[in-house]
């Protein structure tokens, strides 16, 4: 690992001035980062800590139906927050389906936004990687390829945005609030993470210097309380990225869908938002030939990028069921294996 | 440039001086204050073999900065056991062959008290294995995991009840 300057800065502004300065990167819980530190895929030369600034570790509902999420509460505490379990149970769902309880623990919202890709090109510092090194080339094109994007993928980048929080969170409108050096401001979520283009080491819209205070959920987001699912396919049963991921949420008026939410994740740079297929379910009803053709019209632009055509069809069928599960009601209590599209026997002493 | 940090371990405070800031806290319980139980496995924060609590929580001690959790209370494994009194998450693991090896198992019994305290899983053999996930055994093991965690849980339940009796 190279070496760095440390700062432990106690104010934003104060923050925000330390990462201004080019190679400086913020340390949260460092989950990610100080992987890829270890590995020589990053190699920022000053770290600013932002462990200790105050206010960001609390979750607020306001009396407009929002709520306001700080940037450090950490992934666990999230999850396990009662009240924003049941107002978002597809984005508890997501947290607890991702990474493993301790790493939950110690990561926090605001890095989970801005993890970076699991491409493994992209972690192997001996293979070209246009996201590492801009103009390096792409090993991943003719490479290892099942598991990388079918959408919005470009000649230059073909990696995938691993979070499993950020894809209902898309789904729901969330919005991301970010203190810079011109004040602060508020984005979508689905306009954070940026398509590669010809650019993919820039993973999101954000400048030097700019941080994540807070993540909204807007008032609307509630609605869609008693029918929402996060489902992820993973390689293995649990602690697994997620091969293709969906969350769906409906509002169901007399069996008909009145209202749909749809994202992708697993399958493109960014959380991927199926807005036309939002469009064609609403007033219809949700059985299997609207499903099925809500899936083909979210997945209608997919292509692949390599050796990962059966990625379309699966994100299909992850979608159908998504908004199957979704449709027949948020379960009362979360599934003891969060997001998985299989069964499990209650009780039973030993896995399969 | 060296910094000072200060770590409550195993109850026992202590200052320490960083010469640099690179050490996570997985290397300075291991290299530099010779707390040698918690293990260094994959250092990626893929395996669990780093777990320790830090302020009650567990976490993987090789993805820490160490200077970045000054002030932190950190319980290792070393600090579990009462005398020869062992943890009963210890003394389950024994009974139920829950290693072979045992590189895995401080790990093992770290995390295991923090999925205790967390009270997520309950007796739900599946909510066990899931809540236990980021922590590998290459040995296998994992049948006699879960059922000395399930014995630790219906313990704790059952002396629950007779306090509330």
Redesign the interface.
Known sequence: MNNFDYVRPTTISEAIAAATEPGAAYLAAGTNLVDLMKGGVTGPTRLVDITRLPGLDRVEYLPDGSARIGAMVRNADLAHDLDFASAYPAIAEALLSGASAQLRNAATVGGNLLQRTRCSYFYDVASACNKRERGAGCEAREGENRSHAVLGWSEACIATHPSDFCVPLVALDAVVEIEGRGGRRKIAVEELHRLPGDSPERDSVLEPGDLIVALWLPAEARSFAAHQRYLKVRERTSYAFAVASAAAAVRLEGGTIWDARLALGGVAAKPWRARSAERYLAGRNPDAAVLRAAAEEALAEAKPSGDNQYKIELAKRIIIRALTLAAAGTPERLPALPASPFSTIPGALHGA | ?S?SINLTINGVRRNIELE???V?LLDLLRERLLLTGTKKGC???QC?AC?VLVDG????SC???A??HDGADVLTIEGVARGDLLHPVQAALIAHDGFQCGFCTPGQVM?AI??IQ?G?AGD????I???????LCRCGA??GI??AI?EVQKDLAEANQRRSA
């Open positions: 440039m910094f640099d800031p690179r996570t250092d990626r924060g669990g777990t929580r567990r976490v993987n993805l820490a900065l200077i970045s995390s923090g999925l967390e997520q739900d053999p599946e909510r294995r899931e809540g236990m996930s980021g922590n994992y049948a879960t059922e399930l």
